[in-house]
Structure formats: structure tokens, C-alpha cells
């Protein structure tokens, strides 16, 4: 029997403006709903598999938390609990485990490993995080952005410090919801705008002084200095981006209404200072919570297709 491809959520790119705002409409509901203690169980009988080759707190805990709230379980697989700890071909992994469940999130290194799992799969496969991108986090925060704010089209957003997967998922928001990145990254760790698929002049600039990359931003966001699979680094890191915190002085760069976002875990005193995760323009705690719900309607779009409540 021909199976039909499945949609998968593997970099931000992979979906329309259209399917985002989707998407939003959907994340909505879901959580207006959510608050008002409604039950919605769309995906009654339906099974996530979940593999995390690196550590989490929140995407675990939203992803497994909103399978069990929309009426399905979630099963948590660690590569040492796996055959793949012992060598089992990815491929092989992805052909099974599709026969099994009806869709997959990944967390894992390469993005190359995530885009073969999805290759072999018969079902959806969600990008719970690799090396080049973290297309979840920018769901939950472009979310939250347009609660506080409305549309971001047009904005700025400022990205201070480490060149990374949260970076390269922002930049390719950027082209397409058509607002600007202002990214400011230390001597050596400069941005590779390929990661992001070569993004339009219009879309981004770069900052030798973070302060210019934060002058006017609409929304100031950074994230740790080491992401994980770069501990070895981590001296050296420590060392190049001192003058990369985000503290008070740079946020008064900013818009005078500027929020602030970090996807978490975060290093008070490294990149950001506590009196601004922790002050007034901070939004990081919706940020996060906001995983949950938007999550819960990437996995009812992925699953039953488009739903219009
Ligand atoms: N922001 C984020 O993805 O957090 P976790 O690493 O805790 O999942
Ligand atoms: N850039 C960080 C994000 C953690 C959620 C990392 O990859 O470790």
C-alpha cells in the first residue's frame, strides 16, 4: 500500500506564514480552553514518540504534558535506552518506530540525523532541537511576542551573543513573518547566513557592539553562550563573550517598551543579567509556558490536519 509523505516540522522554513498563522489561531484556542479547565482530547489513541539525545526540562515536559492533555500518551526514549546506543541504523529506527506511532519528536545533534530519521518515516517528525535549529522555541515565542504585541511584521529583534540554533531559527522567522534580526556575536563566533538559508539584506544586520545591535530592537533576545555538545569550549566562551551580557544598559538601548525573551535554561551573570530576566520587560516565563500550547497545535496539525474550532 503507497504510503502518502507526511509533513514534518524539521527546520522553521518547512511551514508557510499561512500554516503559522494557522497555527497561532489554533494555539489560541487551545489555550484559552486550557485555562478555562475544558477538556479537548483530539488525539485520543494517538501515540508521540519522543527521543532526546541531549538533555531537557521544557520541551520534555510540554511535549509529553500536551500529548496526555489532548488524549494521547507520549513515550520518552533516551539513546541509551535505544538499539541505536548499539548501533542500530537510524534509518532502520525511523521505519519502525513509524510503524508504532503516529508521530515523533526528536532532539539530537546533526541536523542531518533528524532529516534522515524523517526520510524513513511514515509518520510526522518535529525538531525538538538539533545543532542548526530549534524551530519549537521560535513557534512558542513568536507566540508570545504577538500576544503582548500584535503582529511582528516589521519589528526588530536584537540577538546578542552565540551564533546558534535558537539564532539561526529566529533569522529564518525573520523571512517569513518580513521583520529584522539585529545580530551581534564576539570576534570568532560570527554567523554563518547559510544556516538560515541565505536570509535577504532586508532581513538581517550585523553588530560588532552589541549596543548597536540593540539600539531601537523592538525585542532583545539572547541565549546561552555554550549550547550543548560545545562544553568543551566552554572556557574560551566564557572569555570571548564577556562583553555580550545583556544587561540594563544595553535593554536602554532598546525601545523604551522593549520585552525581553530567552528560551531557557539561563546563566544569570553570564548572557543575561539577572535585573533583566528578572525585571519588568522580561517575558520569559509566557515564553515558556507558551511551548506547551503552541506545541499542543503543531501536534493536532501534524496528526488530524487542519482543525477549525
Ligand atoms: N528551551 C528549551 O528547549 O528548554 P529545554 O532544553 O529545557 O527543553
Ligand atoms: N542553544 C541552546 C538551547 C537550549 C534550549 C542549546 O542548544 O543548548
Request: net charge negative.
Amino acid at each position: 500500500m503507497a504510503v502518502t509523505a507526511p509533513k514534518h516540522f524539521l527546520q522553521f522554513r518547512d511551514f508557510s506564514c499561512d500554516e503559522f498563522e494557522h497555527l497561532f489561531e489554533r494555539t489560541r484556542w487551545i489555550k484559552d480552553r486550557f485555562k478555562r479547565y475544558e477538556i479537548y482530547q483530539p488525539l485520543r489513541d494517538r501515540t508521540l514518540a519522543m527521543v532526546f539525545e541531549k538533555a531537557s526540562t521544557r520541551t520534555r515536559v510540554s511535549f509529553e504534558a500536551g500529548m496526555n492533555q489532548l488524549g494521547g500518551i507520549a513515550i520518552n526514549l533516551t539513546r541509551g535506552d535505544t538499539q541505536l546506543a548499539r548501533g542500530e541504523p537510524i534509518e532502520d529506527v525511523a521505519r519502525v518506530v513509524s510503524r508504532m506511532v503516529d508521530v515523533v519528536m526528536i532532539r539530537t545533534f546533526g541536523q542531518s540525523l533528524i532529516e534522515r530519521f524523517a526520510e524513513h518515516s511514515r509518520v510526522p517528525v518535529i525538531n525538538g532541537l538539533t545543532n542548526e535549529y530549534h524551530p519549537c522555541q521560535i513557534l512558542a515565542d513568536i507566540y508570545t511576542w504577538i500576544e503582548h504585541r500584535g503582529s511582528i511584521r516589521g519589528r526588530t529583534v536584537a540577538w546578542i551573543g552565540d551564533a546558534n540554533n535558537v539564532c539561526y531559527t529566529w533569522l529564518q522567522a525573520a523571512q517569513i513573518f518580513g521583520f529584522h534580526v539585529s545580530v551581534s556575536t564576539p570576534p570568532g563566533y560570527a554567523m554563518d547566513p547559510a544556516i538560515a538559508g541565505a536570509p535577504g539584506a532586508a532581513h538581517y544586520s550585523c553588530h560588532d557592539d552589541p549596543r548597536a545591535a540593540c539600539r531601537g530592537a523592538d525585542l532583545v533576545t539572547t541565549d546561552v553562550w555554550t549550547s550543548m555538545g560545545y562544553e568543551a569550549e566552554n572556557d574560551a566562551r566564557l572569555r570571548a563573550f564577556e562583553r555580550w551580557q545583556v544587561d540594563s544598559a544595553m535593554m536602554r538601548e532598546a525601545a523604551p517598551d522593549a520585552l525581553f525573551m530567552h528560551c531557557l535554561p539561563a546563566h544569570r551573570g553570564e548572557e543575561v543579567a539577572a535585573e533583566v530576566i528578572d525585571g519588568p520587560q522580561s517575558v520569559v516565563w509566557d515564553e515558556a509556558e507558551n511551548r506547551l500550547h503552541a506545541q499542543k497545535a503543531l501536534l493536532e496539525y501534524l496528526v488530524c490536519g487542519r482543525v477549525d474550532g
